[in-house]
């Protein structure tokens, strides 16, 4: 389903059974098992780009790239949305910028210190407290050739592109606990007012891999 420019956005989760991705104090590694993080590298080899926020970026430090043996294709780019250009100097992101093409998405003019690292830097429109306006941010990177997005997280990216009517799919893995209430969520708000208004999709597939489940769902 590609419905933006020929785009089509996969959001990924990976989640308690109560739909947490961290304790309270941010603790995540590893809530889904070795089985289920291969299938997410190989999720991420068919896409174009592996998108998350800055707040992601900025606690787990991560490479976003595809870690798989014997893997010799090539890498998605890696995104960040960051409003605010917070994205440091020497996290692997930037280290790695000339590497795999990593970009950055902003409402502001682009910093020289990332774009003299490689990092591209992308300006877009504005919604709110000067956060990127998502529909633009899919269009933007559709013009870059990036038209089929992996969105990794966090909880409020999540949940501002299915705010948006933008999640084409999502891929769901559970891990058998229950982290509770005080745990962060895997979807941040959405502003709902009446069931009638929740985003509606349809289960496709469902199965085991290792302890965890993997399901999966395309928007109706």
């Not at 000339?98 to 020289?112: G, K, L, N, Q, S």
């Not at 592109?161 to 708000?189: K, S, T």
Request: neutral net charge.
């Amino acid at each position: 389903m590609a419905t933006r420019m020929g785009a089509s956005v996969t959001l990924k989760l990976a989640t308690s059974l109560d739909g947490r991705i961290a304790t309270a104090t941010g603790e995540s590694r590893w809530i889904t098992g070795p089985q289920a993080r291969e299938v997410v590298h190989r999720l991420r080899a068919e896409h174009d780009a592996v998108l998350v926020g800055v707040e992601t970026a900025l606690a787990d430090d991560p490479e976003l790239n595809v870690r798989l043996d014997g893997w010799n294709g090539p890498q998605p780019a890696r995104v960040v949305l960051d409003s605010r250009q917070r994205l440091a100097d020497g996290c692997k992101l930037v280290a790695t910028a000339r590497d795999i093409p990593t970009y950055v998405i902003t409402a502001a003019a682009p910093e020289h210190r990332l774009l003299d690292a490689g990092v591209r830097v992308l300006q877009v429109h504005a919604v709110g407290d000067a956060r990127p306006e998502l529909r633009d941010v899919v269009e933007t990177l559709a013009r870059e050739g990036l038209r089929r997005l992996f969105v990794e997280g966090g909880g409020q990216v999540a949940g501002s592109f299915l705010r948006c009517g933008l999640v084409d799919r999502i891929e769901w893995f559970r891990a058998p606990m229950v982290i509770g209430g005080e745990g962060r969520p895997g979807i941040g708000a959405l502003a709902l007012s009446a069931l009638g208004e929740a985003p509606r999709l349809r289960r496709i597939e469902i199965r085991e891999v290792g302890d965890d489940l993997w399901e999966r769902y395309e928007r109706i």
